[in-house]
């Protein structure tokens, strides 16, 4: 059964007063997996983000707190990200019923949802403009530049914690394997596990860890075509501009960040054939972190394996509540992307992404 909140517009501006002593005049509903997120207007102009998580991940205050502190942690380093606000009681984080249908959800007698109130980032998602080579390649370097400020955080809730949606985890996607509708997807998401346990999980070991984003994705990165500190901003091009969305954070191998990255950039790419598209965000990461043979080594299968993740995950979430359309956002690209990466001979589109500039 799905634990994410009831939806209730009226009570979530009357939690914006009660908690943060805000007052809404506007409000709509964000795309989410399994939370609840807001984009308010305040009276004054403000904009923020009012997450609701779901009753599950709010059980664990340590790792909310956690994660509140790796994203202060990027804000202080000079990164644009949704930075929570504090309450009226000096907290980033409350915890409240939401009332649905006249009654209050609770857990074990303990109050259901943390609430958290976030700066909002003006700009619009990387889902909905051009995948350019250049935007891609941006994206790349950017996550390396979080990867390298992240070498001086520590924190042992956020080290010590077992994320159900981790790719360390993405094997367990397999529970969800006849939510898939055709049989021989359900194949190629068998074989592309089976390759990700053997080729991977098994030399985890031998991997690079490092504190990571989890979910860097087409949705949570933002752009715009106007940056302030740019010297040239009428290039009329999409830059990146901000990033969301840190649920998914975590301490794991770093490569893992990278090849949740080139999955999703795989999806909207028409600049080229599709399976060229990692090329791009590998390009902007190396610019300042140089994979070692380990890593390279175990790209091809991360990828994979991610959009086996997300396809398998988005089918099952789908049949729990149908009106969440945004689980199905990969379903359209994700397949071919999917199914032309398996056809591939992993060491030749490697050394093609790792030479991307020669092919387009």
Partial sequence: MTTRPPNNLDYVKQLAKRLYNIDINYIKELISYNDRNYHLITNESKEFILKIKNQLESKN???????????????????????PMVNTNAEYMSYTDIPTDGELDQINGQKSYAIILMKYIPGKPLRYVPFTPTILTECGLMLAKMTIALKDFENMSLKERQFPYSLLRSVDSRQYITDVKDLNDRQLINECLDQFESLVLLRVHELKYAYIHGDYNEFNIIVDKTVGDRDDDTDNEYHMTGLIDFGDAEYGPRVFDLAVYLAYSLLMFTAGPQILAPGFGLKGYMQLIDLDTNELD???????????????????????DPNNTYVLSSQETGWPALRALHDCQPKDILNKWLNIDEYI
Avoid: E, P, W
């Avoid at 175990?298 to 729990?320: M, N």
């Fill in 298 to 320: 175990v790209l091809y299968y991360c990828i994979k394996a991610r959009l086996c993740q997300s396809l398998a995950t988005g089918a099952h979430f789908y049949q729990l």
């Fill in 61 to 83: 205050r340590d790792q909310i707190d956690a994660i509140n502190a790796f994203i202060l942690h990027l804000h202080n380093n000079g990164f644009k990200v949704t930075v």
